[in-house]
């Protein structure tokens, strides 16, 4: 696989840092964690839903923080005390951390948690100043703004 340096961004894109950072990670190869499978929804334009399998938890064992632009699922099972001996274990209920990196603008609005799949809601919300606005064309005439400001 090739490899490439994206060190020249970073001397000459102001404000692009994050965007290299994230293409640095998925050139590294890291492997993102299969544990806790999960899908991830496009619900509407701007509305977004992250659905995971969370057989085994509970509520209380389950953390989402929601920081600048990534978002923290961690579970932390509890151990119970009770010695078992599996035949077969299916089930992993294992402690688990899923990062999710937002892309700008995006809040997550809600998170519920139902017979073992915990469901986060997210949505984009674009401020109006980073909306696209028309540009109205001034006078009739000929004559430029700044000519009427010097007359």
């Known amino acids: 696989m090739r490899t490439f340096d ?4 970073y001397r ?3 404000g692009f840092d994050r965007l290299a950072h994230l293409l640095n990670e998925a050139q590294r190869g890291d492997a993102q964690p299969s544990y806790p499978p999960y899908n991830i929804e496009l619900v509407s334009e701007d509305n977004y839903r992250i659905v995971m399998a969370l057989a085994g938890f509970s509520r209380a064992e389950i953390d ?7 978002l923290h699922v961690t579970g932390r099972k509890q151990k119970d005390g009770v010695e078992r001996t599996f035949l077969h274990r299916g089930i992993a209920a294992r402690d688990f ?3 999710f990196q937002l892309a700008n603008h995006v809040k997550v609005t809600g998170a519920a948690f139902d017979n073992g799949m915990l469901t986060i809601e ?7 100043a980073h909306k696209p606005r028309k ?5 009739g005439d000929n004559v430029s703004a700044l000519e009427r400001q010097a007359a």
């Not at 540009?135 to 006078?139: A, H, L, N, S």
Request: charged fraction near 30%.
């Open 122 to 128: 997210l949505v984009r919300e674009v401020p109006e």
């Open 64 to 70: 989402i923080v929601a920081e600048r632009d990534t």
């Open 12 to 14: 000459s894109a102001i």
């Open 97 to 99: 951390e899923q990062r």
């Open 6 to 9: 994206l060190a020249p961004l």
């Open 135 to 139: 540009i109205v064309i001034d006078g």
